[in-house]
């Protein structure tokens, strides 16, 4: 199972490295695959990036998603934005809040915005702190009020991102981003430079792992082998239908990456994921995983060079 990829913002409301569009960017996507059952020519796109156009069935080179067989077919053709509320209003470190999302049509705010269910949720919010050194992944659920919401409590004061991964029914993959201030005191920031390629936990350790040199435009095979006190992991439980969840997200915070691991028959210890990074720069790396029930999370850091 592969995952969804999303986004590079070129200004701050229109990311464009991505699968899922900006708060107020439209994605087109192809609808659900259908078996090739006629003759003649086909054509096969990623729903997460329309860019991609194949005329036999394969891999998305940017987020690893299969390729759907379209025929041309195109999506609703309406756009979308993500309303953001909390309660309070004003988020205070140590306080608990409700964060509350509203999809909807950039034309017809008043229109209800039914979501599909991608990887077992209909939103996937990823939280992190401006730094990037702090990282969360929720699921706000759906309310009588037309709403999403999910509780949160920062731990502490300062500046923090918000992304929100979701479908509406017939049509692609969008992502919300909103920037948010937390009251309170800030911790110290934490300033990444070098890569780090080893993580390693409190019982657990992990190594990322890239098939060829990070570099903008190269499409890479990334593996990520877990451990558990040195001994191999190979019984890794999914976590939303998958092995592993990885984000990457660019030290300005402005692209954003979400993918799924690739097709394996094994449970570990190697994990296997494949992308293609589109801007040269600092990037963080967070990946989950899932075993003995319990949700861990690894952080990796990367540096991407420019196409040669």
């Not at 558990?228 to 976590?239: F, I, S």
Request: hydrophobic share 35%; with cysteine.
């Amino acid at each position: 199972m592969k995952f969804f990829s999303i986004l590079s913002l070129a200004a701050a409301t229109a990311l464009a490295f991505t699968s899922c569009s900006a708060d107020d960017k439209k994605a087109d996507a192809a609808p659900t695959a259908e078996a090739a059952t006629h003759s003649g020519a086909h054509t096969y796109t990623c729903s997460m990036h329309p860019e991609v156009v194949s005329d036999k069935p394969g891999d998305c080179p940017k987020c690893g998603m299969h390729l759907e067989h379209t025929d041309g077919a195109v999506s609703n053709g309406k756009t979308y934005r993500m309303a953001f509320s909390s309660a309070p209003a004003q988020l205070v470190a140590g306080q608990p809040a409700t964060l509350s999302f509203q999809p909807q049509e950039q034309d017809n705010t008043a229109a209800p915005v039914p979501l599909a269910v991608v990887h077992e949720k209909k939103m996937h919010l990823i939280i992190v702190s401006k730094d990037l050194s702090e990282f969360h992944h929720e699921h706000p659920e759906f309310k009588a009020t037309g709403r999403y919401d999910v509780p949160f409590t920062f731990k502490s004061g300062g500046d923090y991102v918000l992304f929100q991964d979701y479908q509406p029914e017939g049509a692609g993959h969008q992502l919300g981003r909103q920037a948010v201030r937390v009251a309170g005191s800030p911790k110290a920031p934490v300033k990444f430079s070098t890569d780090q390629l080893q993580w390693n936990g409190k019982e657990y350790q992990a190594t990322l792992g890239f098939s060829k040199p990070a570099q903008v435009g190269q499409p890479l095979q990334l593996a990520v082998t877990l451990s558990r006190n040195g001994q191999p992991l190979t019984d890794l439980e999914n976590y939303l239908g998958a092995l592993g969840h990885m984000v990457i997200i660019s030290q300005d915070t402005r692209q954003y990456l979400h993918v799924h691991p690739q097709d394996q028959a094994d449970k570990g210890p190697k994990v296997g994921f494949q992308t293609t990074f589109e801007q040269a720069g600092l990037y963080r790396v967070f990946l989950q995983f899932n075993h003995g029930g319990q949700i861990h999370t690894a952080d990796f850091t990367v540096n991407v060079a420019p196409a040669a």
